[in-house]
């Protein structure tokens, strides 16, 4: 029980400095810092289920993007006042500096492992945002014919 209020706490302070740095005021701070905790917490719960780290942290993109893009539309501002500030807890910051340690200490064949790790935990990130993105944006477009049908 204490694992997962410490996940959620420090995945909500790191999305809550990042928005500070990023100039974000009044409530929608706090929104941004709640969005960093569900997708923290989504992943972690996921480990914790057995799922593999990709598909954890892909999970993880697509709950934290949803929660964007319906906070972006009901506080009516970009998503990216919500997305960015979400994504910075699963951005894979550890596995580039240990790929990194590796390449220097001249271990190549690990590196080039913790490397593509890496690279995929960062594509299946870009892949959970681009899929909710899309999704949304071909809801609004139909609704919006549907609406422009019956007026």
């Known amino acids: ?9 420090s ?3 790191a999305s809550l400095g990042f ?7 009044g409530s929608k701070l706090l929104f941004a810092g709640i969005g960093g905790s569900i997708g923290g917490t989504v992943y972690q719960i996921m480990m914790f289920f057995g799922a593999s780290e990709i ?3 892909f999970l993880g993109s697509i709950s934290f993007s949803l929660y964007s893009e319906i906070l972006a539309r009901i506080y009516k501002t970009p998503v990216t006042t919500f997305l960015i500030c979400a994504l910075i807890p699963l951005v894979p910051g550890g596995g580039m500096y240990r790929t990194m340690l590796l390449v220097i200490q001249g271990k190549v064949e690990a590196a080039l492992s913790m490397g ?3 690279l995929s935990i960062a594509g299946v990130l870009v892949l959970g945002i681009m899929i909710v993105s899309t999704v949304i944006k071909a809801y609004y477009k139909a609704r919006q014919k549907g609406l ?4």
């Open 1 to 9: 029980m204490y694992d997962i209020i410490r996940i959620i706490l």
């Open 11 to 13: 995945s909500f302070m």
């Open 19 to 25: 928005g500070v740095l990023f100039n974000i005021k």
């Open 55 to 57: 598909f954890s942290m």
């Open 116 to 118: 593509l790790n890496t």
């Open 148 to 151: 422009k049908r019956h007026a």
